[in-house]
Nanobody, 124 residues
Framework: QVQLVESGGGLVQPGGSLRLSCAAS????????IGWFRQAPGKEREGVSC????????YYADSVKGRFTISRDNVKNTVYLQMNSLKPEDTAVYYC?????????????????WGQGTQVTVSS
């Protein structure tokens, strides 16, 4: 069964950085588009970023554009989300997903598989 495991979350001060990892097992990430979502308390889940399988195109939500960078390492079978200039409003549980397709606004449609999530807290 497909398995995704996120890591790298934590507590960081505003303006700081974190790098999230999404490690896959039992399938090769390079054949699939991967999306990152986040969900803050009391809010709906939102798409943050996506990387396509075909040509590695990347897509971002407007709220993170210029601050977050998604990338993949096919050798390590891992997708990363580098988050810089973090703001308190970035606080959320971050999830990666696969099995779907990328949207131009950083969203990710029709995911089949999800990781368990990793908490990111931006606070002074």
């Amino acid at each position: 069964q497909v398995q995704l495991v996120e890591s790298g979350g934590g507590l960081v001060q505003p303006g700081g950085s974190l790098r999230l990892s999404c490690a896959a097992s039992r399938f090769s990430l390079d054949y699939y588009a991967i999306g990152w979502f986040r969900q803050a308390p009391g809010k709906e889940r939102e798409g943050v970023s996506c990387i396509s399988s075909s040509d590695g195109s990347t897509y971002y939500a407007d709220s993170v554009k210029g601050r977050f960078t998604i990338s993949r390492d096919n050798v390590k079978n891992t997708v990363y989300l580098q988050m810089n200039s973090l703001k308190p409003e970035d606080t959320a549980v971050y999830y990666c997903a696969t099995g779907g397709i990328c949207g131009y606004n950083g969203n990710y449609y029709y995911p089949d598989y999800w990781g368990q999530g990793t908490q990111v807290t931006v606070s002074s």
